[in-house]
Structures are given as C-alpha cells and as structure tokens.
C-alpha cells in the first residue's frame, strides 16, 4: 500500500502529474483545511493562483468523520446527501437541515478567518482544479462541484492524492477529468495513506494562503 510522507509529498506529486497537463488559465480551488497544503505545492509549480470551496462535512452524529451529507456555501448554499449513508443511521431530511445550520455557521466563521475581506478570484470560463487531501465516501466533494457549477468554469478538473475507485466513478459526471495518484482497493482511510496526516491548523490555512496571494501578485503562468 502506497504511503504518502505528508500532504507536502502528495501535492508535489499532483503537481508533477499536472504540469503534463495542457492547463490554459487555470487556478486551483482547495477544500479547508487538508487540501489546501497538497493545493499549494501545485500553486508553487505551477505559478497559477489559488482560492478555496469553502465546504463543510455534516457527520453522522455517533460517527463524526462518516459524511451523511455536505454543505458548500455562496448565495444560495448547496447540500448533498450521502442516501445511503442518511438511511443507514435512520436520519431525515430534517436531521440534515437542522445539522447543516450548524455548519453553515461555521463556514461563515472560517471564512471570515481564512480570507477576511479578500475577494475571491473569477472562475469563470477558467481550468478549475478542485483539491483535497482524498475522497472517501465523495459527499464534500460532490457538494463542492455542485456549488462550483455555478460560477461556470470552463472545465473542472478533480486532482486528489488517494481515492477509491467507486466513489471516483460517482464522480466523474462532474467534472471533465480525474487526475488521482492512487486507488487502493480495499480502501479504508485517507490517513492510512499519510505517514503524518496530522491536522491542519487555521493559522497554516491563512500562512499558505499568503503565499499564495504573494505567488499570484507576483505574477502567474499561462499554463499553456
């Protein structure tokens, strides 16, 4: 079984298999917090700017990490529901409308850390590259693209360092293309494919997320 060091060794993998890419105006859209150190490694290859989907997991409330749903704000915030998942732990529509209050309020909280009054950069009739540290069940993911429709990108591209390819053919509607650097079969966990999947802080978010904004001010590739 294929073990990445850290999200730092994953994203720089993703960056690699990416630069082979034909990628013209692209940025990168990272999930908070875990995608957002793989997202940086391809903003430092790449030069191309980044911003994040603020998307939050609604958990099984006996299995937290279990997504029965997601949540992805804007105007008009999006949830997907994991059917199964909801049905298997007897939860209704208004369980998860109830839970999903909750993380749209801590969506707002982040964002405002995360970002404070910077404005997001267009996606419109762009290459956007959706980033996170892995899928498991596809629920935050799904949430995201669906919210990321929205803005009318002109292709998304998913790029994640650890899949199981079931959940990668739900998904794959979605998008125009998957690029995923491994898909263990069983798959049992995102952190089994780390040697350090340790949390990623608030404070790291917000330092990446200055490079970043340094990288794009100082000037972006055309990716072409």
Same mark, same amino acid.
């Not at 369980?95 to 850390?113: F, G, H, K, V």
């Not at 802080?201 to 100082?218: F, K, P, T, Y």
């Given at each position: 079984?294929?073990?990445?060091?850290?999200?730092?060794? !994953?994203?720089?993998?993703?960056?690699?298999?990416?630069?082979?890419? *034909?990628?013209?105006?692209?940025?990168?859209?990272?999930? =908070?917090?875990?995608? $957002? =150190?793989?997202? %940086?490694?391809?903003?430092? !290859?790449?030069?191309?700017?980044?911003?994040?989907? &603020?998307? #939050?997991?609604?958990?099984?409330?006996?299995? =937290?990490?279990?997504?029965?749903?997601?949540?992805? *704000?804007? @105007?008009?915030?999006?949830?997907?529901?994991?059917?199964?998942?909801?049905?298997?732990?007897?939860?209704?529509?208004?369980? %998860?409308? #109830? &839970?999903?209050?909750?993380?749209? +309020?801590?969506?707002?909280?982040?964002?405002?850390?995360?970002?404070?009054?910077?404005?997001?950069?267009?996606?419109?009739?762009?290459?956007?590259?959706?980033?996170? @540290?892995?899928?498991? +069940?596809?629920? +935050?993911?799904?949430?995201?693209?669906?919210?990321?429709?929205?803005?009318?990108?002109?292709?998304?591209?998913?790029? $994640? =360092?650890?899949? /199981?390819?079931?959940?990668? !053919?739900?998904?794959?509607? @979605?998008? *125009? @293309?998957?690029?995923?650097?491994?898909? /263990?079969? /069983?798959?049992?966990? %995102?952190?089994?494919?780390?040697?350090?999947?340790?949390?990623?802080?608030?404070?790291?978010?917000?330092?990446?997320?200055?490079?970043?904004?340094?990288?794009?001010?100082?000037?972006?590739?055309?990716?072409?």
């Amino acid at each position: 079984m294929k073990q990445f060091v850290n999200r730092a060794e !994953a994203g720089k993998n993703l960056a690699s298999a990416l630069g082979e890419m *034909n990628l013209i105006d692209a940025l990168v859209l990272a999930l =908070p917090r875990g995608g $957002v =150190p793989i997202g %940086i490694e391809i903003v430092r !290859a790449l030069r191309i700017p980044m911003d994040l989907i &603020m998307v #939050r997991k609604i958990g099984v409330p006996s299995q =937290p990490e279990l997504a029965a749903a997601a949540i992805v *704000n804007g @105007d008009d915030p999006q949830v997907v529901i994991n059917s199964g998942v909801a049905r298997a732990f007897g939860l209704t529509g208004d369980d %998860i409308d #109830r &839970m999903a209050a909750r993380q749209l +309020t801590e969506i707002q909280r982040r964002r405002q850390i995360y970002l404070g009054e910077r404005a997001q950069v267009p996606v419109e009739g762009r290459t956007a590259i959706v980033v996170d @540290d892995g899928i498991a +069940t596809g629920a +935050t993911v799904r949430a995201s693209l669906k919210g990321l429709k929205r803005r009318k990108p002109a292709r998304i591209l998913l790029a $994640v =360092p650890v899949a /199981p390819q079931d959940t990668l !053919a739900e998904l794959r509607g @979605d998008v *125009n @293309d998957i690029i995923c650097l491994e898909t /263990p079969e /069983p798959f049992w966990a %995102i952190g089994a494919h780390y040697s350090d999947f340790s949390q990623t802080s608030d404070e790291e978010v917000v330092q990446l997320l200055d490079e970043a904004n340094a990288i794009r001010s100082g000037g972006e590739t055309s990716n072409k």
